[in-house]
């Protein structure tokens, strides 16, 4: 019998409310079982100078936490999908992705309410090249400044007047009851979401079945298919969250769509490919049929040319 939980976080406020989140409904389904926050600083944390693009390295937000539950100092570690890399290391597994918040990304300005109001030559943050990328496709005179830090840093930086207008994921706005001062949330047609963006994931250590137990009730399904074909489309790709990759999932019915892209940093290439597939009656099928419906989209988006788009970025 489990009576504790001990939830390693981030210590940021979005990761902060993310894990009380997930320490919340824990206690909701277990009233006996007591919960802690662990929260922790991680590298990604540290390093706020550079994009994180020129930083490298997979897991940026998420090895401390492991390190931490290897060391028996926390029992699960609460991510956004985002930031989790996609081959998980030796020793964790990944048993419960949470509903997912809104998706799409969000135009933040104090001076314009769309980003087609920003004038030829206009400054927008952001350090992510997904958002650059697609950003630049659409509107090539707009000039992207790095913006980096977290939700409320980055919000600082725009009110300080550094920046004509920002781009941040809408998820983390919704979260930290910031939703006033989003612009416009943008259509995903010319900007489509980061594979796993707006979905929390709960990591635990391998095979940890107590622990699994424990958090089945903070299981949604539609969220774990899209958010698997996402990743396994990414994962196929070897892409990280530091290249210009976005993946989409939605759930029809019982069709899964899945839209892909991939995009040169100044926006001037773009591959798009988007694949249907009918899904079966179990939750195991469809799990199966939404990392086939991943590594598909990837294989033909490398048809068209993705590798080599890649290859020149890194
Ligand atoms: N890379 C940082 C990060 N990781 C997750 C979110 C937002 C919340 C989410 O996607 O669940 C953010 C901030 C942002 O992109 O604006």
Redesign the pocket.
Known sequence: MIDKIRIATRKSP?ALW?AEFVAAEIKKHHPDIQVELIPMSTR?DKILDVA?AKVGGKGL?VKELEVAMQNDEADIAVH????VPMELPEGFDLPVICER?T?F??FVSNRYAHIDELPKGAVVGTS?LRRQAQLLARRPDLEIKVLRG??GT?LGKLDAGEYDGI???A???V?LGLVERIAHVIDYNWLL??C?????GIETRANDAAVSEVLKPLYHHETAVRVIAERAMNRSLDGG?QVPIAGFAVINGNQLSLEGRVASNDGQTLLQVSEQITLEETEVQQRVQAESLGCFVAEQLIARGAEKLLAELS
């Open positions: 979005l993310q990604g994180l937000f956004s999908m985002k930031d918040e998706p990304d969000a992510s977290n939700v980055r781009l941040l994921a998820a983390g706005l979260r979401p980061a796993g963006q707006g979905a929390v969250c």
